[in-house]
């Protein structure tokens, strides 16, 4: 085998953000942007060689391209053996298992998740570590830092590998083991939950839609929602994955999921509605006549995993990022169990699962997970909805709704603005930081007092390291809530991400509307940190 050493020059902005390094394609396609990134991700890494190492993507336009230049780079730095998925797709959460499960090294997860995918969208590279989640920051920073000083990298002078056939390759001297992407996977699930029950239910007649988004899950949830439990043939739709996502936005929100909302809504709707992101480690829920937002769903989730066999002994601790909301928090307190805030990302969540300190983990973005893997894992929360529905035999809204007249509810909405001028919301966020100090004490209208206003810090409580400036959150007395902070998986300009929560007690009002509820923080975050009047914006982009 001929080892090429290729001389480069660096790119200056190959800084991994929230979820590793996003791109438009443009500039991934420049040259050598692809073999730079991977060279610096193994140059910040010891003792792989021999090893194997995990590749798949969610399918989107450039993934091929990527995986072959992938391949052969692993070869040339010594790898000894690649996992891929067949035709190079692996959904987050299989990739993380199939690390796992076959003890690799770690994995390259080639996705940009939620962003939409083609020619003129975005590409993206992640780099998962032994335990099969995401980088931790000192392995990001360090792949930063190399990517700045970079001068050559190592490839082989080797064919593609064709990623259509399953079974043994080769590349130069690496063996190339070419796997069924969803065989592992799928096993894992119904190790996890009571398959027969789900069956049973779908059986006697409940109905769901599962909207794939053109996107990895189809593959996922034909075989296991159709294939394993007999869910009728075209209860997933949109189940073929596309290098572009049929043209569309692989984001589960009600922005982009509206069709499947608004037949939810109706009497003729089925009755449980589910969708899952590009890369498959989204979900989002909801139940006839009831949208389900995340971050009650972490709750719930919480609340009853006991229901299904793989949490049938209950769950070891709760964490959530920073935004989300503080409902799964109540539950934490009520069952007597660790409750952890964590900043925005998966990679956080990482330590404390290792630790055994938590089970359940999510974000208000539509990432639930567990210990299971170490990525959020879509279908899985879609499995153990379902789980829980087949137990308790309730409707989704019903047990919403007793789970608030239990816990009481916590109104949350977030409102993004996209692709706002960097300058702009940088200062912003600047602005607002400076004005926390004088925050604490105040009264805001007749009943919000800020009781602390601080940008948040995180201290591992696993392995002791710190990460500031997470986001700033205005905390009131009343457990209402407001957080700002800077998206990190955009491409263009800067997202500014608003984030509101008030609490209701049990006997509280639990019918209002979300945004009127509420509407007097959403009107005073306007107020403290001028994002309309700044940013020309008159509405959010997005509303969650
Ligand atoms: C967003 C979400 C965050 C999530 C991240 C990756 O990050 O807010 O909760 O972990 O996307 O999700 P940011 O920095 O843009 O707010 V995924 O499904 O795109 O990998
Ligand atoms: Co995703």
Redesign the pocket.
């Known amino acids: 085998m001929t080892i090429q050493t290729i001389e480069t020059t660096p790119y200056a902005d190959q800084k991994p ?3 590793g390094l996003r791109k438009r394609v443009s500039v991934y396609s420049q040259p050598n942007y692809v073999e730079n990134f991977i060279q610096s991700i193994f140059d910040s890494l010891d003792g792989y060689e021999g090893k194997t190492l995990v590749i798949g993507g969610d399918g989107r336009y450039y993934n091929d391209v990527a995986i072959q230049k992938a391949i052969r780079i692993a070869a040339a730095n010594g790898f000894g053996k690649v996992l891929v998925g067949e035709n190079g797709l692996l959904s ?1 959460p299989a990739a993380s298992h199939i690390i796992r499960h076959y003890k690799a090294f770690g994995g390259l997860v080639l996705s940009a ?2 962003n939409p995918g083609g020619p003129e969208g975005d590409f993206g590279i992640k780099y998962n570590i032994g335990n099969g989640g995401p980088a931790p920051e000192k392995i990001t920073d360090a792949v930063f830092a190399r990517t700045k000083v970079i001068d050559s990298y190592k490839t082989v002078d080797a064919p593609d590998v064709a990623l259509g056939e399953v079974g043994q390759h080769w590349s130069g001297d690496m063996v190339v083991e070419v796997i069924d992407p969803v065989a592992d996977y799928a096993a894992l699930m119904k190790s996890l939950f009571d398959f027969p029950a789900i069956r049973e239910m779908f059986a006697s007649g409940f109905t769901m839609t599962f909207d794939a988004m053109h996107a990895v899950t189809g593959p996922y949830a034909h075989a296991i929602l159709e294939g394993m439990l007999d869910a009728p043939r075209g209860t997933v739709i949109n189940g073929t994955p596309s290098p572009d996502f049929g043209n569309g936005h692989p984001d589960p929100n009600l922005v982009y999921c509206k069709e499947m909302f608004d037949l939810l809504m109706t009497p003729q709707g089925p009755d449980f509605g589910a969708a899952s ?1 590009g ?1 498959g ?2 979900n989002l829920i909801i139940g006839k006549n009831r949208f389900v937002t995340p971050s009650d769903s972490l709750a719930l989730l919480a609340a009853n995993a006991h229901l299904a066999p793989g949490y049938k002994g209950g769950i070891a601790g709760i964490a959530r ?1 920073m935004p989300t909301s503080a409902a799964a928090d109540r539950v934490a307190e009520k069952l007597g169990i660790e409750m952890h805030e964590t900043p ?3 990679k956080f969540f990482g330590n404390l699962l290792d630790a055994g300190r938590v089970t359940i983990c999510g ?3 539509a ?1 639930t997970g567990s210990s299971h893997v170490r990525e ?1 894992d879509g279908l899985w929360a879609v499995l153990l909805w379902l789980n829980i529905l087949a137990v308790r035999k309730q409707s989704v809204d019903e047990i919403v709704r007793e789970h608030w007249a239990t816990y009481g509810r916590n109104y949350y909405t977030r409102h993004d603005y996209e692709e706002v001028d960097a300058a702009i919301a940088g200062k912003l966020v600047e602005d607002l930081r400076e004005q926390l100090p004088s925050l604490p004490g105040r009264n805001f209208g007749d009943d919000l007092q800020v009781a602390y206003a601080d940008d948040f810090t995180y201290h591992d409580p696993v392995d002791g390291s710190t990460s500031a400036k997470q986001g700033v959150r205005i905390g009131f007395t009343d457990a209402s809530r407001i957080v700002l902070r800077l ?4 491409t263009v300009g800067a ?1 500014l ?1 608003l984030y509101l929560e008030r609490y209701e007690a049990p006997d509280g009002r639990h019918d209002l509307e979300t945004q009127m509820a509420l509407e007097p923080l959403i009107a005073l975050a306007d107020d403290l940190a001028g994002v309309k009047q700044r940013t020309g914006r008159q509405e959010p982009s997005v509303i969650t």
């Open positions: 953000g929230t979820s987050t998740s939620h992101d890369d480690d989204r990022s925005t990302g998966w974000e208000e973005s990432g959020k998206s990190g998986t955009g997202t991400r």
